[in-house]
């Protein structure tokens, strides 16, 4: 994980900025169209932050280029990714064992601070989608489609001996190895065994940024979240979608997920957890990301 690779460089196109909301800072990246015409808002996992969607914004960033060429006109798309309340500059939310209604109320108020109050496309990855569930539920009208990829599935209604060993395996490995020893050893985990070095690198540099307190707080909602039943009585148009070498969220379970909520799964093709970099062509296409290729 050192140096700088090709992917932190163009990163760095996507300067992160923050914003004062009635529940706090939080900090995000943006990129496409001007803000309020915000088309896609992006959760992050528990092990990850704004910087895994990088291919999303830059995406936007050409779609914004495109239509400033002399071509027919499309419509803008504007993309917002934020560092989840604990992460980066992002104020940690207030319940020491929060619950995905503490965060998905912390979406709307930074959305409300933005200015984004028409229906956006809401993503939510692993983790995230925890959080985008419960934001969708609770103001539905604002959401004209939800985007689960990869989703983390909550231990919410499973037995409680189960919950707290899965809880507890993952705080001892944070408290163990850190951040930088975490990503160094679990890192490897989020790709698949076809992914370059520079992704694994890029995606060991983002989880070894995590913040102790607020990936405490994250596996705590983890440990008594439950994503179906956010989304058990939705009419959101939801789709879920994930590659076929997840090991972290394995296709079956995510193919059950959509089962049980009667809703599309797509194949990502097989690329790890970490798809919306690892397998970002697909990622973008299902998102309606791909920009429009020039004549």
């Not at 800072?25 to 990088?54: D, K, M």
């Not at 956010?230 to 997920?257: E, N, V, Y």
Request: charge should be neutral; aromatic fraction near 4%.
């Amino acid at each position: 994980m050192t140096g700088s690779t090709d992917l932190q460089r163009r990163l760095q196109a996507h300067a992160l900025q923050q914003v004062d909301t009635a529940l706090g800072t939080v900090q995000y990246r943006h990129a496409g169209a001007p803000l309020p015409q915000t088309t896609h808002v992006l959760l992050h996992g528990i092990g990850s932050g704004s910087g895994s969607w990088l291919m999303q914004l830059d995406a936007a960033t050409k779609s914004l280029r495109h239509d400033s060429a002399a071509q027919p006109a499309n419509p803008p798309i504007g993309v917002l990714a934020w560092e989840a309340p604990g992460y980066g500059a992002s104020t940690p939310v207030t319940p020491a064992e929060p619950l995905p209604r503490d965060y998905a109320a912390r979406v709307w108020a930074w959305l409300d601070a933005l200015g984004v109050t028409h229906p956006i496309t809401l993503v939510g990855h692993s983790l995230g989608a925890l959080m985008a569930a419960s934001a969708a539920a609770a103001q539905p009208a604002r959401v004209s489609r939800l985007v689960l990829l990869a989703p983390a599935q909550g231990y919410g209604l499973t037995d409680a001996a189960l919950r707290a060993q899965k809880r507890d395996d993952r705080l001892h490995a944070l408290n163990t190895l850190g951040p930088q020893g975490m990503a160094s050893k679990r890192g490897v985990a989020m790709v698949s065994s076809q992914a370059s070095p520079e992704q694994l690198a890029f995606v060991q540099h983002i989880m070894a940024q995590v913040h102790p307190a607020g990936y405490t707080q994250a596996t705590h909602m983890l440990s008594q979240g439950d994503v179906a039943t956010d989304l058990q009585h939705s009419k959101l148009d939801l789709t879920i979608a994930s590659g076929r070498a997840d090991g972290i969220t394995p296709m079956a379970g995510c193919q059950a997920l959509a089962v049980r909520l009667g809703v599309p799964w797509l194949d990502l093709g097989d690329v790890g957890h970490a798809c919306a970099l690892e397998g970002a062509d697909a990622v973008n296409a299902v998102l309606g990301l791909v920009a429009p290729t020039t004549p």
